[in-house]
């Protein structure tokens, strides 16, 4: 059976030039140390150790090559501890609207502090039900019975993997 796409030829987009941050000035350990924008876009994209871009679902692009998550998507306050990822679907019936923003949630809790709070938007008027899925991305009991599916789970980590190449 072969399966259809959704967004059977997506727009893809070049890769922006990455930016080195900054080392923090201060050595002292117990010193609260700030998140910025282009740290969370860093936790979604660059390569680290273990993980390297999301990939998108259906295509063998990261979603940033497919500009569904961009840098000026991110916002965040240090003061309230708080991180707000607003993705934009190739599609406005897209299917896997749902498994992105759930990939986006899941790489943020495995790699911010415990005490930010993570909200993930679609992008106003870029999906066909976007309240129903900022309803069910932000929800913690339905995210927490998502990544209880082995099979999600799976489709999710396979997101988050290294790509080879």
């Known amino acids: 059976m072969v399966m259809e796409l959704i967004n059977a030829n997506p727009v893809v987009h070049e890769r922006k030039e990455r930016r080195t941050r900054q080392a923090p ?3 002292d350990e117990t010193a609260v140390e700030l998140i910025d924008q282009l740290e969370i876009f860093d936790i979604l994209f660059i390569v680290f150790p273990h993980i390297r871009d999301i990939k998108d679902p259906e295509h063998p692009y990261s979603l940033e090559e497919l500009n ?3 840098e000026d998507s991110v916002e965040i ?3 309230l501890s708080h991180v707000r990822v607003t993705f934009t679907p190739t599609v406005e019936h897209c299917s896997m609207a749902t498994l992105i923003g759930l990939c986006l949630r899941v790489k943020l809790m495995r790699s911010l502090p ?10 106003p008027g870029s999906h066909a039900t976007e309240a129903a899925l900022n309803k069910q991305l932000n929800d913690k009991e339905r995210v927490a019975a998502a990544l209880e599916n082995s099979n999600l789970l799976d489709t999710v980590e396979e997101c988050l993997s290294p790509t080879l190449g």
Not at 114 to 123: E, F, G, L, M
């Open 25 to 27: 000035e201060s050595t």
């Open 68 to 70: 569904v998550v961009t």
């Open 114 to 123: 415990p005490h930010y709070k993570v909200d993930i938007r679609v992008a």
């Open 77 to 79: 306050s240090n003061e």
